[in-house]
Antibody, heavy 119, light 106 residues
Framework: QLVESGGGLIQPGGSLRLSCVASGFTVNSVYMGWVRQAPGRGLEWVSV???????SYTDSVRGRFTVSRDNSKNTLYLQMNSLSAEDTAVYFCARDGGLRGKIGAFDVWGQGTLVTVSS | DIQMTQSPSTLSASIGDRVTITCRASQSVSTWLAWYQQKPGKAPKLLIYKASSLESGVPSRFSGSGSGTEFTLTIDVMQPDDFATYYCQQYSNSWTFGQGTKVEIK
């Protein structure tokens, strides 16, 4: 299970940190990803944290967003800086299915947390 | 970057219909393709991975096929619970989703 938190209303240029607490597995044993969905729009992959701490980002957030994890808290984070209206979306964390032979496919998702960037 | 294009964007279907959704990749993704179902206000749900492997617990009326650049998701006999939006996703080179196909009631 994955439970996100940390969303809310933030002014343009501001920062926000999202959290995703995992249960039933350890976040350092699989790839973990963030996917967002702007209001009324489709899914957009945002970032992935690999098992060996390598990270990957979509072009529009690279340099502004940072994905990390705290193994002691079994929690994934997404630090978001220099936010703009285009970042307004529901942010989902998701587990890669690699442990179960489904590497690359996200097989467990959180419920999502809404980030609204507006003045 | 690999682009994923789904067709159609919207599809009207009746209970019992056979429905097919197509997903095309801008370059080969081999069989590194997944399909998801999403209902309003909910998280996506994995249906198919590795292009044709059915996720555990997903009804067998769902099936996926294809390789390279062209893929299909088929729902054999539409059920009331299947009206939703469907997304393909490649994971051959980073991750990319298609724009979605909304399946509506005719």
């Amino acid at each position: 299970q994955l439970v996100e938190s940390g969303g809310g209303l933030i002014q343009p240029g501001g920062s926000l940190r999202l959290s995703c607490v995992a249960s039933g597995f350890t976040v350092n044993s699989v790839y973990m990803g963030w996917v967002r969905q702007a209001p009324g729009r489709g899914l957009e992959w945002v970032s992935v944290l690999y098992v060996g701490d390598r990270t990957s980002y979509t072009d529009s957030v690279r340099g502004r967003f940072t994905v990390s994890r705290d193994n002691s808290k079994n929690t994934l984070y997404l630090q978001m800086n220099s936010l703009s209206a285009e970042d307004t979306a529901v942010y989902f964390c998701a587990r890669d299915g690699g442990l179960r032979g489904k590497i690359g496919a996200f097989d467990v998702w959180g419920q999502g947390t809404l980030v609204t960037v507006s003045s | 970057d690999i682009q994923m294009t789904q067709s159609p964007s919207t599809l009207s279907a009746s209970i019992g219909d056979r429905v097919t959704i197509t997903c095309r990749a801008s370059q080969s993704v081999s069989t590194w393709l997944a399909w998801y179902q999403q209902k309003p206000g909910k998280a996506p749900k994995l249906l198919i991975y590795k292009a044709s492997s059915l996720e555990s617990g997903v009804p067998s009326r769902f099936s996926g096929s294809g390789s390279g650049t062209e893929f299909t998701l088929t729902i054999d006999v539409m059920q009331p619970d299947d009206f939703a939006t469907y997304y393909c996703q490649q994971y051959s080179n980073s991750w990319t989703f298609g724009q979605g196909t909304k399946v509506e009631i005719k």
